[in-house]
């Protein structure tokens, strides 16, 4: 068959909220690029149309279309992009009835009836649908009927391929300033999937936790430096350091065959010890992504974070001491929260003193636990559009209104960001003509996240 898989349009404006320029933050689609390669193993002709990086709006996709002729187009659908989701997937029907649509991705994970009511589509897949969609294309007539087909997950990793990034062009894949080292095409990978913790405000909260073989994702690694002389890898789990033999044994792998390799991941401040930072740093780790949220016990109780702001100062340390640069994950407007709390949030992360702080708008996502009890804690905007993080779709009770939310937003990265010591730490660090570029990049955004927000839909 042959087979279009489709990321819908959205520029870095409608992405953020806010006019950040060109300073990079588009992110390959690792999950129709897993997609594809299961396809492309079972001998289907597949294509990937990734929108935003390319700038393609819906007459792009429809000329693609015309030119592909596609047996099946699939697209994945998340929230802030239901509606042109839903715009995509009725132009397609209009023009190609015969053609077979199939949405995924959380939003559809979340909302599987509203999806197959609200959109022209025949298939709705739930859950991880690379574990499954060589059986679908199959018995496309028997789940068609189905028209809800319930995936559910990838129990073993490794029997996926790696995945099919040669239908991309990677070249045009920058990250944000904070997020490289050596250059921002760094290459992305995932090496688990799940998390089995409870934070309210997150879809995968509670979730079975599965990691690939260290063989396997060294095989991976030593793939993309064949292909493409990679120097620098970004894991995107959720909570990489789990398993902490796994991480020990992967960091013996890399230094004896990447000597040269940097990396970065994400995880959780009660994951890590000193002992695995060391080893992670020694390794090549330079940087760690943390998802703190707030300076004040009772609104990461509300969140059940299950951490105390004591652990988390504890572990910070040892973080810098490992000499790995932090990036720390503050969140505002959260459940129970006042002004006044969110300022402890603020004087909290100015207290830690990561490398890089991010202060997002607390969105209570549809499948969350948040989602359901939002209405006890404050008020919520159901327009999706605005589901990215950026916008003040819910406004906790302590709060006036949006536009106070909006302005304790902008004094969090105006106090974080301008203070003179801040700023001479970095300058301290600058040691290349890359990090001049980087640290101008990552002005700007700061620049563009305490300037006016976008007001307008796409």
């Known amino acids: 068959m042959k087979i279009l898989l489709i990321f819908p349009p959205q520029n870095l404006e409608e992405r953020y909220s806010h006019n950040m320029g060109n300073v990079g933050g588009f992110l390959p689609p690792l999950g129709l690029c897993y997609m594809a390669a299961v396809l492309e193993k079972d001998h289907h002709e597949v294509r990937i149309m990734d929108c935003p990086v390319n700038d393609y709006r819906i007459n792009h996709i429809m000329d693609e279309v015309r030119s592909f002729q596609p047996d099946v187009v699939g697209t994945a659908a998340i929230t802030s992009l239901a509606e042109v989701t839903k715009g995509i997937c009725a132009a397609i029907k209009k023009e190609f009835p015969n053609i077979t649509i199939l949405v995924g991705g959380p939003h559809a994970s979340i909302m599987p009836k509203e999806t197959a009511a609200g959109m022209a589509v025949d298939i709705v897949l739930v859950e991880e649908a690379d574990g499954m969609i060589g059986q679908i294309l199959a018995d496309l007539p028997k789940y068609k009927e189905m028209k809800i087909v319930h995936c559910g997950k990838v129990r073993d990793l490794n029997t996926l391929p790696y995945p099919a990034r040669h239908l991309i062009d990677m070249k045009k894949y920058t990250s944000l300033p904070n997020t490289y080292k050596t250059s921002s095409n760094v290459f992305q990978m995932v090496t688990s999937r799940g998390c089995p913790y409870t934070c309210t405000f997150c879809f995968d909260a509670k979730g079975t936790f599965r990691q690939r073989s260290v063989e396997n994702v060294i095989g991976e690694i030593r793939l993309l430096r064949k292909e493409y002389g990679i120097r620098e890898v970004a894991f995107w789990d959720d909570i990489m350091t789990l398993n902490k033999k796994w991480m020990h044994d992967f960091c013996d792998a890399v230094e004896k065959e990447f000597p040269d390799l940097v990396w970065s991941c994400y995880t959780r401040l009660n994951l890590v ?83 890089y702080a991010q202060f997002s708008i607390t969105t209570p996502y549809p499948g969350t636990e948040l989602w359901n009890s939002a209405e006890k804690w404050g008020t919520l905007d159901r327009t999706f559009k605005d589901y990215h993080g950026w916008s003040p779709v819910f406004v906790p009770f302590g709060y006036k209104d949006s536009k106070e939310l909006m302005d304790i937003h902008k004094e969090a990265f105006r106090r974080f960001y301008m203070r003179p010591k801040y700023v001479l730490k970095r300058v301290s660090r600058i040691r290349s003509w890359n990090d001049i570029k980087r640290y101008m990049n990552g002005a700007r955004v700061v620049l563009g996240m305490i300037g006016k927000e976008k007001t307008t839909g796409y």
């Open 273 to 355: 010890d000193k002992p695995l930072l060391i080893h992670m740093k020694k390794s090549g780790c330079w940087n760690i992504f943390f998802g703190i949220e707030a300076g004040d016990q009772e609104l990461l109780d509300n969140m059940k974070k299950l951490m105390t702001l004591e652990q988390m100062r504890q572990a910070v340390h040892w973080v810098q001491e490992a000499g790995i640069e932090i990036r720390g994950s503050f969140m505002i407007g959260l459940p129970g929260e006042t002004p006044e709390k969110a300022r402890k949030t603020i004087d909290f992360a100015i207290d830690l003193d990561p490398d």
